[in-house]
């Protein structure tokens, strides 16, 4: 039996992602106004702003007629994890989308941008209200460790994006670099995955010791990736003199990904020592 939860609208989290849900709508309303492009950057933009509407607009309707709690999912983690993905990828394409599509006259698309700006400040509220807070019982995601293990497998697909088969093929060293993304993402994705489906029991370890395992090994792979990945990418290949005549040169990809694999490593390494922490420490008091 549905039953209605006023409450859900009034609190501040519902504030919140009411105002998202605006926000959200008038940006990719504005810029659909405006008229279609092909750029791969646009479609992006577009998806993020839709993605994150549908999404809010999903959670709100759920808690609202209290459907989400007959959902055989973990909510609290599921919502949590998906303001903290929001949060990236609207942050992504509030820097993206005036950097190749606004100008001084571009009325409409500067108010789309404010008005992500904005939506992006509301998503890092929402992860603030929702994320379990010292001495609270809490799902992993709602946890600063599952918050990061979020913005890991993020991170990841921007290197995944960035990434060109022509460049890291001749070399195998950065085939080497191409794993380490790969299999630390899969294993980000997998933890986020059976944490939201409530199968963590499914881990042939208890769960922290294996997160722990895990943490420590991406660690050692990222810091070989964050060498490696200069050495092959940069060495004798200098900045081509085209590129100073294009917004992004594909040469600059090296650039991107060798800066997010020094941030995925401050993660992971900021990781290990919240898994440490809880393991040796806070397990034991």
Not at 6 to 17: C, D, E, N, Q, W
Not at 22 to 31: A, E, G, P, R
Not at 144 to 159: H, N, Q, T, W
Not at 254 to 280: G, H, K, P, Q
């Amino acid at each position: 039996m549905v039953t209605l939860d006023f409450r859900t609208l009034t609190v501040p989290v519902g504030i919140v992602r009411i105002l998202e849900v605006i926000f959200t709508c008038i940006s990719f309303s504005l810029v659909a106004s405006v008229g279609h492009s092909t750029n791969s950057f646009w479609t992006w933009c577009m998806f993020t702003w839709c993605f994150c509407f549908c999404v809010t607009f999903l959670i709100i309707f759920l808690e609202f007629t209290s459907l989400s709690a007959k959902l055989p999912i973990s909510w609290d983690d599921f919502t949590t994890a998906f303001a903290m993905l929001a949060t990236l990828m609207v942050l992504a394409t509030s820097i993206i989308y005036p950097i190749f599509f606004t100008c001084s006259s571009c009325g409409k698309q500067i108010g789309a941008t404010v008005l992500s700006c904005l939506t992006f400040i509301l998503y890092a509220v929402e992860v603030g209200l929702t994320r379990a807070k010292p001495g609270e019982i809490s799902g992993f995601l709602s946890t600063i460790p599952g918050l990061l293990k979020v913005l890991e497998a993020f991170v990841a697909c921007i290197i995944f994006i960035c990434l060109d088969y022509n460049q890291f093929s001749k070399y195998p060293g950065l085939q080497w670099c191409v794993a380490v993304y790969c299999i630390c993402f899969i294993f980000a994705v997998l933890v986020i995955i059976f944490t939201i489906c409530r199968l963590l029991s499914l881990f042939p370890a208890p769960f922290d010791k294996v997160l722990t395992g895990c943490n420590v090994l991406a660690v050692l792979m990222y810091i070989t990736a964050a060498v490696v990945w200069p050495v092959y990418s940069f060495k004798n290949n200098s900045r081509p003199s085209y590129c100073s005549n294009m917004v992004l040169c594909p040469w600059d990809n090296l650039v991107v990904i060798a800066f997010m694999t020094c941030f995925n490593l401050a993660a992971y390494i900021v990781d290990t020592v919240y898994s440490f922490r809880l393991v040796f420490f806070i397990s034991r008091t």
